[in-house]
């Protein structure tokens, strides 16, 4: 059955250049929309734990649109949708840079900060009461008090969930294909064209993103180790 199988036309010469490059987009991909994320649920849950009526809702119905809309449908709307409304001048600029990178991690990035900005707040939820009191008989307003007190202790008890909304963002990047960005899915499937080996292309981007994945998992796992022991301290 496996008689034909074989790796080495598609790991060898130009066509592991194409993997090489696509899976070298894929990570930079992954780690813009995953900044762009993260800052912007730090964001997101400061402002939601001011206490304003206005600020929670607004915030509350960002997070519920994103986790309702599925990725791909926001990919879509940012790439064919968004441009349509700016200036033409605008439209033509863009025209000149990768759009459709610009776009796949505008919409990743915002996508994803739903989820960070959850995770954030359900690891603010566990933090004692005291500490938002001992940090302002300390003299630390809202915004130092969160900075330098109540958001690390929030990050650390969140890890584990921000640990694994960072390997779905890793496995999200690969639906950037539907708009053409020559991520490490959209080189497998042309790679697929060229060499008419489906299995043998498609297994070895099988493995590599459960490699990244696990690795993810494990790095994620060794931080959370870290800060339990600093805690036991």
């Given at each position: 059955?496996?008689?034909?199988?074989?790796?080495g036309?598609?790991?060898?010469?130009?066509?592991?250049?194409?993997?090489l490059?696509?899976?070298?987009?894929?990570?930079?991909l992954?780690?813009?929309?995953?900044?762009?994320?993260?800052?912007?649920?730090?964001?997101l849950?400061?402002?939601?734990?001011?206490?304003?009526?206005?600020?929670?809702?607004?915030?509350?119905?960002?997070?519920?649109?994103?986790?309702n809309?599925p990725?791909l449908?926001?990919?879509?709307?940012?790439?064919?949708g968004?441009?349509?409304?700016?200036?033409?001048?605008?439209?033509?600029w863009?025209?000149?840079?990768?759009?459709?990178?610009?776009?796949?991690?505008?919409?990743?990035?915002?996508?994803?900060?739903?989820?960070?900005?959850?995770?954030?707040?359900?690891?603010?939820?566990a933090i004692?009461a005291?500490?938002?009191?001992?940090?302002?008989?300390?003299?630390?307003?809202?915004?130092?008090?969160m900075?330098?007190?109540?958001?690390?202790?929030?990050?650390?008890?969140?890890?584990?969930?921000?640990?694994?909304?960072?390997?779905?963002?890793?496995?999200?990047?690969?639906?950037?294909?539907?708009?053409?960005?020559?991520?490490?899915?959209?080189?497998t499937?042309?790679?697929?064209n060229?060499?008419?080996?489906?299995?043998?292309?498609?297994?070895?981007?099988?493995?590599?993103?459960?490699?990244?994945?696990?690795?993810?998992?494990?790095?994620?796992?060794?931080?959370?180790?870290h800060?339990?022991?600093?805690?036991?301290?």
């Amino acid at each position: 059955m496996f008689k034909d199988f074989d790796l080495g036309p598609i790991l060898s010469g130009e066509y592991a250049d194409l993997l090489l490059r696509g899976a070298g987009l894929t990570a930079q991909l992954m780690l813009y929309a995953w900044s762009l994320a993260m800052a912007l649920a730090l964001l997101l849950v400061v402002i939601r734990l001011t206490g304003k009526p206005l600020a929670e809702r607004l915030v509350a119905g960002y997070v519920s649109y994103h986790r309702n809309v599925p990725t791909l449908v926001q990919l879509m709307l940012w790439y064919f949708g968004v441009p349509t409304l700016l200036p033409e001048r605008t439209q033509l600029w863009l025209a000149n840079f990768s759009t459709e990178f610009i776009f796949a991690v505008i919409a990743l990035g915002l996508c994803q900060a739903a989820y960070f900005c959850e995770d954030l707040r359900a690891g603010l939820r566990a933090i004692p009461a005291g500490q938002t009191e001992a940090a302002r008989a300390l003299g630390l307003g809202y915004m130092r008090s969160m900075r330098y007190v109540i958001l690390p202790q929030g990050v650390r008890n969140a890890l584990p969930s921000l640990i694994n909304h960072t390997v779905l963002l890793f496995k999200n990047t690969s639906l950037a294909m539907a708009i053409g960005v020559v991520e490490l899915t959209y080189a497998t499937r042309e790679l697929e064209n060229y060499t008419f080996r489906t299995f043998e292309c498609y297994l070895v981007a099988t493995l590599g993103y459960l490699a990244v994945s696990l690795l993810l998992m494990g790095a994620g796992a060794l931080l959370a180790r870290h800060f339990n022991q600093a805690r036991a301290r």
